[in-house]
């Protein structure tokens, strides 16, 4: 393992960048997928290295690497619904953003939402199925939109849930499309469709099952809204 | 122009289904995309006279196509909006059919479908521009969907209505998807996928802009749910 | 677990609906993909709490889940080839629901839509294995069409039994394409665009295996045409 | 113009085959599109003056073109419907070729598919409006269907007519999906669709609207047929 | 088990169709998947005792079933490549049918093409590994080309055998894509496309992978082509 | 012309969402592709009677409609690459939304976004042409990202521009796919799926071409991030 | 108009990477679709000017592009078929590129390769009209093959020519799949796939109908393979 | 096993191409996938025997077979990231390609690469996890770029890398998508079509995750431009 340059650490298979957060503000997160358990262990122990003073996350583990990184870091804090552990303490909450989700399948990626945007500086609320065939679930909720400073809609299946949120409220507001539904869904594209066709005027969309990428983009906006931020 | 067995009379170019009244209870429509002016006058004309006493439909009519129908056939009776003419007495109303669009934009295939429900003999009731971004206007006519036999919703973009009004009533609902959109709405594809996918049970879906073929299937279920029908 | 609100009753994992009933006619139904075992011994059991009078339904069940249920709820009724389950009392029949389909591998979707009219209300007749390649077997069973109330046509590959059935009669005919074929039938996406497609008026579709869904629809469908039926 | 090795013709733009009849037994073939009138008149003069004894072909064409063509090939013939026109003797008809068509707008390519299998030497019949929506229609020409040698089957929208047509006869069956439809037809892939995946086995296919690719397969399979013919 | 009228029979999952000789001059076949063992046992018993004086096949087999096959019914014979049975004596061979395949991984549907076609009444020879990028292997077979009735050229990733072959010779050319290769094949479709843009003309397509339609259709070809065949 | 009910105007063809401003914080805007020039006047005009005091927006005009505007509504404001108009005094500008484009081709799109942005209440500056095959343009413009509030970043071909900015700055980022391009770039569908799969985290995407949409959600982000904001 | 740092020239809606040929070796090049003919004179002139002693060039261009270009700039040379314009003097000739289509309608793809790898700096040979079809046009030109550096390969319907080509040499090959085609090419999809899917070795592929970027790469690629070069 | 032909070797289920080193400077590879363990073995020996001067190479091995091939086959040297051995002397180093990938799950297909251009008689480096959201890890390794022959640049998610390296240099440039992605990445999907529709010119594409195909034509550029190659 050998340091070159600024910014960078080579593990060998991997070029860490080190740099990120003095460049973003936030620090590089490990997507798992892919990678065996002991490169996740191993980069996550690097990037904590690199970043003491704040939690780093790892996304998308499987049963197997969960196992191995809570043997090698016992540190690690698993969420378990969200596939995903931390390691480092949280920062504090600045700014609130809300998950809402339309259906119970929808809960894994809904979870990889509301953890990313904490680990990302924010303070989050959950709502878990809230679809639009039951109207009165989305009214019932209603006044909780206001509060938010982000919204992160998820939704599978048809994803008309941004555009009912989007309309009942000017929060800006992320929809992410999962890959929840049979048949015609083919794997979370009507969702994805449907969210970027949404005639509710000011709805972005990320990928299928993209909870991290909401989560870092709801926590950015709520802590640029917060009152007392100084950025 | 030859007779040629039961049911069947050839026009050369076309061979009509005459017998398709006493099969299915309604006579064949004259779909006038592809066939030019001359072809479209003939086939009406021929359908009139195997039908004297109840409407025939000519579809899809480029206003070319329109002039031609009213200069040949002045007892032909044109609707602007739906694009199509009817020729011969409409059929007494039975049963109620309800269609619900959600913009502007849809306005010709929602007239289609109202325009053809009614020929095939349903009382027809129409409600435009009720968008899922604005619930209040959902809200507004939400008694109204529960006086219908059967509802026809037309919506665009990302065709979420369905699932709207599906979920707010048990009354029989027929969703089409317009091709009104742009970018990833691929033609009507976004609002097709989402009508097939939504999380209200019970919404059955017709081709993209297929108002013609939403109103049969409405007309046929109001229709048989008329509380006098003797069917 | 703890209720909140008129309507609705949370399980922490899920919000039930359980104000459907009142609103659309029927009661909420669980779809078992994607939802654990006890998940579903769970909801089914607080849904039949909330209807004890009327059979609730799950269906898309492993045989895990089947065993779970068996084992939790032993007075569940399962329907195999349906892969579903039923708890409490089937409602009486009202209206007929005639469920036709083109293959042998297309039965358990045809059996969830006649198990699924069946729980919401509608008498149901089967008739299998009435493939278009062998137009004689269709003949066969012709005037079995005119008798019911509404059509549920299942096929998958080619999907033309619906076009065929639709030219044989003006009963409302609600199309199933299913996932059965290989190679350019894309799980089902040839048969959904064929029947999309129908050259017989009044066809409409459901998605891809969609049984539970034609099901509901034709039981509404069936229930409003019964003659003494008072809605 | 130069020649340039056995069996190629150099007009600059284009490379003749004029060595594809001895290969193939069937001269080859001017595509219109794409092409300008002038091109397509002097490729035809061209291939004429290499097969004298028998008729080329040029399809595709433009009103232009085909104006052109007359101008300045008296001796040629039009086919106003296949948009086509042929230049030389017909050879005599050898077997049987039946093109049988689903509906009016499928005209143009039923007439190429006709068109091109007589020129390339079969005896061509052709049944239009043939469509599966009214069963009688398919009925009343059963009996031709045995007497062809092939048939070609033509259809646009959902494209069910040849598994209805292949499952009456065991003749072999050439299906030409056509781009007649709208919305979800996506230009003539849902017949395609429907068609590479026939419950009736025998059937194949070709392009979209591509009537000259039957005509020519339908005539080398009507030709080998033929009792007479020695090859 | 009854008999239900002329030429069906009814096994209760399924009703075959043991009229379809008679109506086509081929027995039906058994589509081995999504059936189980015993029902594939169980079909192929009942057409064999529908047809004892001739071979039925079955296709699309399991491990499990071909056990299970062999088992109950031992004198079926097994073809392990094509992964079918067939069941009873061999049609003798009228006309010969040449399958040619482009690479290795190809041979599971070529030898499955070759046996349905030598099931269904033809002789068949078979060429395997002639991929375009080595022209010299095709120019090494080409004079085997002439010598047949009707060709099956099976070929996966881009599928341009068929266009290869089809320029050397006008025999009638059925093209067979595959769901060989990887990364934008697209599980065959790739090659689909290229066959169904075939330059050389006279070339059809069937289904990916689907090497029992291309031999039934070859089959009905060759015979019809054979110099003795009374028809 | 009637009202009907609290937050609805009926003009017949449309029903306005008057109400949209108090629930959302923003009036309703014109959406001009498919609707005749009356209909875009007289909706805008009864918009701003709505809303005297602000602009409200019309966009995706023709230039007929403009004109059309203009002479009927002559304190319309015509911005003429953005094909759009305003009406009304704009708003006081709080926050800043940087649009930052990858093409000349691109102008259209990136000025929908700024005149939207600003529209809607934040400040906007806009760079352009800055492609990334030149990553020195880029670089030259790197400060100016941090000074933003919200980034809008517009790209068409191969939709890169939002990774490269995306990892430069830790701005909020939303993401324009434009359909330039060619090809296969199938209408931005390209770019589209690019900013789908970004590997810079927290990038969203609006629909291609909706530069409106990316205005709105910018500019809603901009107005919290606004220090003296009070809401 | 207004320098810009180093390496840009800022025309308004458009800033130039002069700099581009120092860090490529070779200069920007006016990419005219969806440019205004006055845009594209602007361009040529400034990169004219900031490169004086060799040709740019400029791509795509419409009929009255061209003319405002030879009004503008008469020293501009038309090439008719490619539809664009050099301005400037050609460079000398280092290594060789042979351009190679496979049908009349590939005309202006290949043209607009071998003029823009001309323009890069490499001498060019063209071969048309050497489609698969007839093998021996191939053959016939096949000792030319290997007398290049670098071939370009271009074809539109099932695209087969580069896996033909490339199976008889080794010589590097780049293929331009176009959209000639008809039917199930979708643009050129066809053929992009099946060369993407090449079972020849070492092919790459760039955009439908991209002559441009072929051109460019064939050139660096012969350039640096020419004997006397020093780079 | 017999020898059939000049170039050809027949092992009865696959007939190798031994000429086409003489033919393309390069020896026929066994592509494992879909290849029993036996028959990779089978196969590389034979071309081993073929070609005993230089390596032999086997692609896509699955875990089982490289076991095989090491007992069967002990000289053979196993590339694990790679999953490919060799069998035989390497060739001498001539000309150098630069393989340089965009993040760690890019391994595989960049070590396929790198191998594969080595066998094909390239000198290689590789430079690994320089994605375009860390410019700085761009910019680190630019120098590097100049003084490659040919550049191969991996890929997968947004697949901008190319793009961006293509604008640094103008070193001919291969680009290879992987399928390295989730959602709406489609198995590289969107990864392939950004690659095509680069902005940077010259860039040529591969087949997803063909790190093969780009080895074998990188080679054949770096060789031919190799200063003392005499070819």
């Given at each position: 393992m050998t340091e070159q340059g600024e910014g960078i650490r080579d593990l060998g298979y991997a070029r860490l960048d080190t740099d990120r957060e003095s460049r973003t503000g936030d620090p590089e997160v490990v997507?798992?997928?892919?990678?065996t358990p002991d490169q996740v262990v191993e980069i996550l122990r690097a990037l904590s290295e690199a970043h003491p003073d704040r939690a780093v996350l790892a996304t998308r583990l499987t049963d197997e690497t969960v196992e191995q990184v809570l043997t090698s870091l016992p540190d690690a804090v698993v969420d378990p619904v969200a596939r995903a552990v931390t390691l480092g303490p949280l920062p504090p909450a600045s700014g609130r953003v809300l998950v809402v989700s339309a259906?119970?399948?929808d809960a894994p990626v809904a979870a990889e939402a509301a953890l990313t945007a904490r680990v990302y500086g924010a303070g989050v609320g959950v709502i878990t199925?809230?679809?639009?065939?039951?109207?009165h679930r989305v009214m019932a909720v209603?006044?909780?939109?206001?509060?938010?400073d982000c919204l992160v809609v998820v939704a599978g299946m048809e994803g008309a849930l941004p555009s009912v949120v989007g309309g009942l409220s000017g929060t800006p507001l992320v929809a992410v499309p999962t890959s929840v539904g049979y048949g015609a869904s083919f794997g979370g594209l009507a969702a994805l469709l449907a969210m970027l066709n949404?005639?509710?005027?000011g709805v972005t969309v990320v990928n299928i099952d993209n909870g991290f990428g909401a989560g870092v983009f709801a926590a950015r906006v709520a802590r640029s809204a917060a009152p007392h931020e100084s950025q």
């Open positions: 997507y798992g997928a892919g990678k259906g119970t399948s199925d809230v679809g639009v065939s039951g109207l209603r006044h909780q939109l206001a509060d938010a949404s005639c509710a005027p």
